[in-house]
């Protein structure tokens, strides 16, 4: 019989699609260990590990105590977010000849001042101590081939929602919505400048103004922006995953206004869920799950006129119609999955040492 691979996770604050790629990895015979980052305080998520899902504080651990720790795991392999964490590197520098080293990825390539630097110390300081890299999609392989990993080394596929989740809302509410579509776009993300929430409320504001229609904005989330007020926009505050279900059944389309967004799993949420899509054109995770005029529209980030029209489009369409760009939501969302994920990582640690 084999012998159970141990994965190390040395990784930045959790998400519930994380740990539902490592309850998956677990379900295929793995044991897995998280290092991580405390809590984002505007989304204090309640997780629930399980006992063959071993996690440890950054905080409890400095540079000895990490790579004691990584002597105690003894891992088949050792998944590292980023370089930014210096101590998470040099164990990944230790445990290069005896592990499979990963380096996990998740900016796009922008050709910025301090991305030209990662290219000129990667040849000596990033890519000797990886085995490979791990990406979300295409933008993000651009950057990683720019640091000179070769095709050969990089994989996609690093991020993907709670597949299953998601697609059981779905299928819960879905001939609900073939009788009546709900006239309601939600967001659901931190109230930050970077994340366009005055873009969406800007625009939505002024849609209400310019044409009589029925529909709502639902926001999730929190943050340092005051929530503005609007008798047709309804703010929530933080949802936990537990609270989903009544959002997305009475929800009807997604927007995402991001100025500033790598990848944004929470597209590909809402994607299986069943929904149209609107979002930004600097959400990474676009090119894998929107398709211009299938499910969705794509508009330019920070222009409120623009994030108008676009929910202008959705407001002109039938409920049939919009019904049929979510069912094409819901199909294009099952391109990743924490099965896929799970049959990436475990065949970069087969194909390596």
């Known amino acids: 019989m084999a012998a159970q691979p141990r994965i190390l996770f040395l990784y930045t604050e959790l998400a519930g699609y994380f740990l539902a790629c490592c309850a998956e990895l677990v379900r295929q015979g793995a044991e897995v260990h998280i290092v991580r980052r ?18 440890y504080e950054r905080s409890d651990y400095d540079h000895a ?14 998944v590292c977010s980023g370089w930014i964490d210096k101590d998470y590197v040099k ?37 000797p101590l990886f ?6 999609g295409r933008l993000q392989k651009e950057y990683a081939m720019k640091l000179g990993f070769p095709e050969t080394r990089i994989r996609s596929g690093f991020y993907s929602a709670d597949t ?39 625009a939505f504001m002024q849609l209400k103004e310019d044409r009589s229609n029925d529909w709502e904005l639902w926001c999730l989330g929190t943050g340092d922006i005051e929530p503005v007020a609007h008798p047709a926009i309804r703010h929530f505050g933080f949802v936990q995953p537990a609270q989903m279900p009544e959002i997305l059944a009475g929800a009807g389309v997604f927007v995402m206004p991001s100025r500033v967004e790598p ?4 597209l590909q949420e809402f994607a299986a869920a069943g929904f149209p899509l609107l979002c930004s054109d600097k959400v990474g995770a676009l090119h894998a799950f929107v398709q211009e005029g299938e499910n969705g529209f794509v508009f330019p980030a920070g222009n409120s006129s623009a994030i ?13 119609e919009l019904f049929a760009m979510g069912e094409r939501s819901a199909a294009i969302a099952l391109a990743v999955s924490p099965q896929k994920w799970t049959e990436t990582l475990l065949g970069m640690v087969k194909s390596t040492k």
Request: charged share 30%; with cysteine.
């Open 308 to 320: 108008e029209k676009a929910l202008s489009k959705i407001t002109a369409k039938s409920d049939e």
């Open 65 to 78: 105590g990490l790579l004691a720790l990584a002597e105690k795991i003894s891992p088949g392999a050792i």
């Open 263 to 266: 990848w944004g799993v929470v």
């Open 164 to 202: 299953a989740f998601f697609r059981e809302q779905y299928e819960a509410h879905r001939e609900q919505k073939r009788k009546k579509f709900p006239h309601r776009f939600v967001y659901a993300g931190r109230y930050y400048d970077f994340k366009g929430v005055e873009d969406l409320w800007t």
């Open 38 to 55: 405390p809590v984002n305080k505007e989304a204090p998520f309640e997780f629930e590990f399980g006992e063959s899902i071993r996690i």
């Open 131 to 136: 085995d490979f890299c791990w990406v979300p």
């Open 91 to 127: 164990v990944c520098s230790a445990w290069k000849k005896r592990s499979t080293t990963i380096l996990a990825l998740d900016n796009k390539w922008l050709g910025t001042g301090k991305q030209q630097l990662a290219r000129i110390i990667s040849r000596f300081a990033i890519l």
